[in-house]
């Protein structure tokens, strides 16, 4: 990847970062609630039966440089964290800071640093992926002559072939559409990548193609990485430390060896524990049932 892709002007420059952070992201007690929490309703002792705690006091930490992994089933929260952390959702408690800056003191500084790839990625359906990703830049403000280049290399090291830069999104697969969405995402150089099911529904080698890019990213340009996944091999190959979320709660955070030898102390089997088995014994719940369909 040419070097000049991580010097596009939009993208702080690293003398606007509050001090050499080596932090990327701190996440201190944060709760969301949708429908009727208690901090819309102080007078009440409980809140609404209709409201849902999809955050509940989560606190983290992810180094710069780091890919950290977020693992959890459908509605457990993974998607309300990554809103919260890209100010799509402003929290009912609790502080986030990216790089040092508050994300609801300075939203716009904290989206100069940051961007998110989510399954559910609008394009226009009917242009191209070389258009959706110029329509991108010129939103960012990148001029043109150096988006072309970059957006063309991007999705050729995602392993899409040069003769489909210019078909109609409509006409490529959700993998393909899925490395779209990922490209444009890394169009504004971003310090902090968050990428919510990066790879959901992708067929096994778009998979692999994704994820070596995301290894790619921060090996060449220590991109910090925040994805989350409801695929236990995914976030076992991929992430330097995994937090487990169960119903809107960090059931556990370490590495994946770490988590293994846990739970294999705690069940007597050391060296034997795969991902799976530490994810059943924090959970309870085994994610092949309630991870069937795509999420919504
Ligand atoms: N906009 C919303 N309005 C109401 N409830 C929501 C909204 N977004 C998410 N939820 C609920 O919050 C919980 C967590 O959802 P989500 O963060 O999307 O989980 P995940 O991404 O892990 O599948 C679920 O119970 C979901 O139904
Ligand atoms: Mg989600």
Redesign the pocket.
């Known amino acids: 990847m040419s070097a000049a892709l991580f010097e596009v002007p939009v993208a702080a420059p690293e003398a606007d970062l509050p001090r050499a952070e080596e932090t990327a992201l701190v996440i201190e007690d944060v709760v969301k609630y949708?429908?009727d929490g208690p901090s819309r309703r102080p007078w009440a002792k409980q809140p609404a039966k209709e409201s849902?705690k999809?955050?509940d006091h989560i606190s983290l930490t992810v180094q710069r440089g780091e890919i950290f992994g977020l693992l959890?089933?459908?509605?457990?929260?993974?998607?309300?964290?990554?809103?919260l952390i890209s100010t799509l959702l402003i929290p009912d408690a609790g502080k986030i800071t990216v790089f040092g800056v508050d994300v609801q003191q300075d939203e716009k500084a904290v989206k100069r640093l940051i961007n998110r790839v989510s399954v559910e990625a609008s394009f226009f359906k009917k242009l191209s992926a070389a258009e959706n990703l110029l329509y991108g830049a010129r939103l960012y403000g990148l001029p043109v002559g150096e988006a072309r280049p970059a957006a063309l290399q991007i999705l050729q090291q995602l392993g899409l072939s040069e003769k489909r830069f210019n078909e109609p999104l409509e006409h490529m697969s959700r993998g393909m559409q899925q490395k779209v969405a990922i490209a444009r995402g890394l169009l504004t150089s971003p310090r902090l990548l968050l990428l919510?099911?990066p790879t959901t529904g992708l067929d096994p080698r778009s998979k692999k193609d994704v994820q070596d890019f995301v290894q790619r990213m921060r090996r060449e340009h220590g991109t910090t990485v925040f994805l989350?996944t409801?695929d236990m091999d995914e976030a076992d190959r991929l992430c330097d430390r995994i937090a487990i979320?169960n119903s809107?709660r960090i059931v556990a955070l370490d590495t994946p060896h770490g988590l293994k030898q846990l739970i294999g102390a705690r069940n007597g089997q050391a060296g034997q524990t795969s991902m799976e088995d530490v994810f059943m014994a924090l959970t309870g719940r085994s994610l092949d049932d309630d991870n069937l369909e795509e999420?919504?």
């Open positions: 949708f429908g849902v999809a955050v959890g089933a459908n509605g457990s929260g993974k998607s309300t964290l990554i809103r919510d099911e989350t409801h979320i809107g999420p919504e």
